[in-house]
Structure formats: structure tokens, C-alpha cells
């Protein structure tokens, strides 16, 4: 199963470091120079590791808190339920009962938020099947994650609240078939709510995009982003290390300075020789030492 990265494993990483970090500082103001020197790099390691760490946990929120309508971050296309949900604050599919009753009806509504009595701004709400008025949460638009399963042909939408978990599977069917909402209800083993939303937009490509107007994040935005942070990773896990490791200063704490100094002069000696090989001009070219 290939989901999401667990947030919690990253915050535990922090604290532990903020730990050791807060207890190399009190041994540092009681040990000799050598033993400070030693600490000193210790700690600078663990500053850069915590920034490390943490930008990396923003970054898989980042990538987690999709926009609830469109998926596309796959090279198939992109599922596009705008047209699926209601936009008038109630549900496209209202106290639907499970597969196996469970004395609960259930309401789902993808896309857009609705309400239903105590269940306010939600994406999918439990009702008592014979007091409708106490009604229980099964998460928000805000909370939902695409999660692909490994041989699973579509993704699915999961939903959660403090206390429950709802996933929503996709099931493509033909472009004259109607919409459908199956509801499976609790796993009691895994403790998962579960439905099943059968509709030509769950197919790739099978709806067009919808509102240009969302607020979701597109997949070359995603790129863009994870590629701009691995960069800031890569300079200054590198400046840090050459600071406190190697006792660099100025240009000296750049990594690979002398690569990335040459880098355009090899780029254009490249150019040159490509374009006179091209109209057949006689160019000097010697090779990259």
C-alpha cells in the first residue's frame, strides 16, 4: 500500500531531537573545549536536521490537504467530481442505508460541504436510522486525502475526524449511467467507515475540469514545490556541514563551489561545439577534466 506518510512518525522525530538538543546544551556549559567543540557540531547537526524534518512534514500537509474535487497527480488523467456534488449545502445522497444495517443512515456529499443538523460544513454525516437528530461526523472537505493502493486502478477519497475514518472507493462506470452511492458502513475490524461512489467522473478524464476557480493544488505545482525545497535542503544541510565540519566560511560553505562556478563556462563551451558541429565549423572543444 503506498499512502500517505504518517505525520505523527515525523513529530516524534522533532521532539526527540529537541530533546537531545536541549540536553547537549546544559552538557555543553559544564564540559572542556574539546568536548564543547564535539557538542557544538552535534547540535549544529540536529538544528539542520529539525529544519530538515520539519519543512518535510509542511510539505507531505502540503501534499495531503488536496483540493477535495480534482486528483491529478497521475499520468492517466484526472478525476474531476465537481459535477458529482451539490452546491447548495445538502447532499447528493441523503440517509442512504448500508449493505448491512446498523440502525445508521448515511449522507455524502463530494466536493462541496453541507449540513445536517449537529453534522455542520461536513463532507459525509452518520444519523441514528430512528432519531435523525443525533447525527456524528465522518469528516470534513478540508480533512480528505487521495490515497492510492498498490493494484488498485483508482484512487480513493479518505475522510477524518478525531474519532472516525471514512474512506470512499471510485468505481468508473459508462457515460450513460447514473451516479450511485453504495455505503458498506463499519468495518469493525479496521474501525473504517466505508462507501463506494459509482459515477462516470470517477473514470479518468471522464468529466472536464469543472470550476477553474478552486483552490486546489495542481500536480506541476506540487513539482514545483517539492523541487524549490529539496534545493533550500541541499544548500543548507551542505553550508551547515561545511560550517561546523569542515570549518568553511564565505564562498567556501557553498556546496560543490567550484562544479557550479565551472558549470557555465562547461555550458557554453557544450553550446559551441554542438553548433559547430552543426555548420560544420571548426570549434576547439577539450573535455570536462
Known amino acids: 500500500m503506498a499512502g500517505p506518510e504518517n505525520i505523527n512518525d515525523h513529530n516524534e522525530n522533532i521532539r526527540q531531537m529537541q530533546s537531545e538538543l536541549e540536553t547537549l546544551r546544559s552538557k555543553g556549559s559544564h564540559a572542556g573545549s574539546s568536548y564543547d567543540r564535539h557538542i557544538g557540531d552535534r547540535i ?3 538544528k539542520a536536521q529539525i529544519h530538515v524534518v520539519t519543512l518535510k512534514h509542511k510539505l507531505i500537509q502540503l501534499h ?5 474535487c480534482i486528483y491529478d497527480l497521475n499520468p492517466k488523467g ?3 467530481l465537481t459535477s458529482v456534488g451539490r452546491k447548495d449545502g445538502t447532499p447528493a445522497w441523503k440517509d442512504v442505508l448500508p449493505q448491512i444495517s446498523d440502525g445508521h443512515v448515511y449522507s455524502y456529499n463530494p466536493c462541496y460541504s453541507f449540513t445536517q443538523v449537529n453534522c455542520l460544513d461536513v463532507a459525509a454525516c452518520q444519523a441514528h436510522q430512528t432519531d435523525p437528530k443525533l447525527t456524528y461526523s465522518l469528516g470534513t472537505q478540508n480533512s480528505v486525502q487521495w490515497r492510492t493502493n498498490l493494484g488498485q486502478e483508482l484512487p480513493t477519497l479518505v475522510y477524518k475526524t478525531t474519532e472516525r475514518t471514512l474512506e470512499v472507493t471510485l468505481k468508473c462506470l459508462g457515460p450513460k449511467e447514473s451516479n450511485r452511492l453504495d455505503v458498506q458502513g463499519l468495518d469493525t475490524v479496521k ?6 461512489l459509482s459515477s462516470k467522473c470517477a473514470c479518468w478524464d471522464g468529466c472536464g ?3 477553474t476557480a478552486n483552490d ?4 506541476g505545482l506540487v513539482f514545483i514545490i517539492v523541487l524549490f525545497a529539496l534545493l533550500c535542503i541541499y544548500l543548507i544541510g551542505f553550508m551547515v556541514f561545511n560550517k561546523f565540519k569542515r570549518q568553511a566560511t564565505g564562498l567556501d560553505m557553498l ?4 562544479f557550479w562556478i565551472s558549470l557555465p563556462g562547461y555550458a557554453l563551451a557544450g553550446t559551441r ?14 573535455s570536462i577534466p
Open 191 to 196: 474501525r473504517i467507515y466505508s462507501m463506494t
Open 64 to 68: 495531503n490537504n488536496m483540493d477535495p
Open 44 to 46: 549544529a547537526y540536529l
Open 78 to 80: 484526472i478525476i474531476d
Open 255 to 258: 556546496p560543490h563551489r567550484t
Open 216 to 219: 486546489g493544488i495542481s500536480g
Open 209 to 211: 475540469s469543472g470550476s
Open 273 to 286: 561545439f554542438i553548433f559547430g558541429k552543426i555548420t560544420n565549423k571548426k570549434t576547439d572543444y577539450s
